[in-house]
């Protein structure tokens, strides 16, 4: 079955800390891997996509990698701002559905001043 | 640009009622697909349609129905509305070049 985890479920950080938070994903084959932020009451903005041949791209401050072998991404914050309170949201598109993407449950994170 | 647009934002029904929520997509994108979002669930995906013709499919019940129209704006229908129908319902565009989702703020749905 496919299925995308995340973690932690949920984060604290200090304003100006860096953070990282954890993707793995039983999806394969897949098309690409997205994170997605998403403010309170909005819709999800997209921060990064990568391919399944790609192993990092960055958004200025937010950073993202992939390892296809043990199917593990990870989304980096560098510098948190306090708009950087967020859920995070991992979502994979298996190569055969098109865009009948697999969500991640998403990571919370609260940015402390 | 204009971003892709929801109307309703806010709605309460009660239950046995139907319920028809709007999207309009970006200028150009042709693909429109909807999400229902609930704090137990997270993103669930519901339909997508492209062209006018529905492409893909969820896990959804025969409640949930949707259409495309010919200038690729979309609604989705929710019929004889229960308890758990209550949710963020989610549109999102993309052009068929990128594949890449822009989502709309959502259609905030309380059946009570």
């Known amino acids: 079955k496919n299925q995308v985890e995340q973690s932690p479920q949920s984060l604290i950080i200090l304003e100006g800390k860096n953070c990282t938070l954890q993707?793995?994903?039983?999806?394969?084959?897949?098309?690409?891997l997205r994170w997605y932020k998403q403010d309170t009451g909005r819709g999800p903005v997209s921060l990064t996509i990568?391919?399944?041949?790609?192993n990092t791209k960055s958004n200025g401050r937010y950073t993202a990698t992939l390892d296809a072998d043990t199917k593990q991404s990870s989304l980096h914050i560098t510098a948190s701002q306090l708009s950087d309170s967020a859920s995070y949201i991992c979502?994979?598109?298996?190569?055969?559905?098109?865009?009948?993407?697999?969500f991640g449950a998403g990571t919370i994170l609260r940015v402390k001043s | 640009k204009a971003g892709v647009t929801q109307t309703p934002r806010y709605l309460i029904k009660t239950r046995g009622q139907q319920v028809t929520l709007s999207c309009s997509p970006i200028s150009g994108h042709r693909s429109v697909s909807w999400y229902q979002q609930t704090p137990g669930q997270g993103l669930q995906f519901l339909f997508e349609y492209f062209s006018e013709t529905q492409r893909n499919k969820g896990n959804f019940p025969g409640r949930f129905s949707g259409r495309q129209f010919s200038n690729s704006r979309s609604e989705m229908n929710v019929s004889t509305l229960e308890l758990g129908d209550s949710a963020l319902y989610l549109c999102?565009?993309?052009?068929?070049?990128?594949?890449?989702?822009?989502f709309g703020e959502g259609s905030r749905l309380t059946v009570l």
């Open positions: 993707c793995n994903y039983t999806v394969s084959p897949f098309s690409n």
């Open positions: 990568m391919t399944f041949s790609e």
């Open positions: 979502v994979v598109s298996p190569l055969e559905y098109g865009n009948k993407l697999v």
């Open positions: 999102a565009s993309s052009h068929l070049a990128t594949g890449e989702l822009f």
